[in-house]
């Protein structure tokens, strides 16, 4: 089952604010392995099969440092398409030397790092989706240890070379101020709960082990970054089609958010200020 794909509602490229766009442009791409799609003044577009958008750099004209504790990026998660890929990653980061966090989640399992600007990255590949465990509508999910020595096996003699063509944007964690009314929001756009952890829950469309994380670890209530702080500027969903689109619209308008149109997209804010920009499959 691919859960990136319709007829799911699935994450899209993530936009950040960064304050040096060719040292962030040389981490993504010699580090974290995209390609170049399209690079303006101020401005690139990373990829990783050469044709979808999965990261946009802006460089502002006037930016500081990410604030810390406010509401924002935890991290965005790049999905790699084999065990096999993950391990090649292994090797890769140790060879380059990059400090790393790593955990078995049940469901999959995962590397952490952290850009230049201090964003949060995942680096995972899913279990198969026949062992995920459920419990009604809740997916098993824990923070183990990583057998990093049988990861690294899988990939056998096989080196990195950047980000397999079949890397998608797996999920989003969000730092947010307030978890029942970002959870409602999600809910209007289209998404479940589908795990809980201590101040955090996990959201999905269809039976994903998530698409969407949500947690108040920074602190309930906490405020949300000034506009000229380095880190998220938004990030996308993406819908299957029209009328899924439309009514996921409708359903944030009865919650009393302002949904703005741009030419080919529309733009939501969550309750803790991340930006949303909604957009059909292409």
């Known amino acids: 089952m691919n859960y990136h794909q319709p007829p799911h509602i699935y994450t899209g490229e993530v936009h950040l604010k960064v304050t040096d766009l060719d040292k ?38 006037s930016i500081v440092p990410k604030e810390p504790r406010r ?20 090797k890769h980061f140790s060879r380059n030397q990059i400090p790393l966090g790593a955990a078995d989640h049940q469901v999959s399992e995962a590397l952490y790092l952290s850009d230049p600007d201090g964003n949060g990255i995942e680096i995972y590949c899913d279990r198969e989706p026949k062992t995920w465990h459920w419990n009604d509508d809740l997916v098993a999910m824990s923070t183990d240890p990583l057998d990093t020595r049988a990861v690294v096996e899988e990939s056998g003699e096989d080196d990195w070379t950047g980000l397999p063509s079949g890397t998608v944007m797996g999920h989003i964690h969000l730092h947010v101020a ?26 999905a469309n269809g039976n994903y082990h998530h698409h969407i994380g949500l947690n108040t670890w920074n602190g309930a209530d906490a405020s949300r970054p000034t506009e000229g702080s380095a880190g998220m500027e938004a990030f996308t969903l993406i819908y299957p ?4 689109l439309q009514e996921a619209i409708g359903n944030v308008q009865k919650l009393g958010e302002t949904v703005k149109r741009l030419e080919t997209t529309f733009v939501v804010v969550d309750p803790s200020g991340n930006r949303v920009i909604l957009r059909l499959e292409m």
Not at 241 to 244: G, M, R
């Open 241 to 244: 089609d029209e009328s899924t």
């Open 178 to 203: 307030n978890l029942p009314n970002t959870k409602e929001f999600y809910e209007a756009l289209g998404f479940k709960v589908v795990s809980r952890y201590p101040q955090a829950l996990f959201m």
């Open 24 to 61: 962030m442009t040389n981490f993504y791409t010699e580090i974290i392995g995209f390609s170049v799609l399209e690079k303006k003044d101020k401005h690139v577009v990373l990829t990783a099969d050469g044709q979808t958008p999965l990261l946009v750099l802006e460089q502002p004209e």
């Open 71 to 90: 509401t924002g990026l935890y991290h965005l998660a790049l999905l790699l398409p084999t065990r096999a890929d993950l391990g090649k990653a292994i």
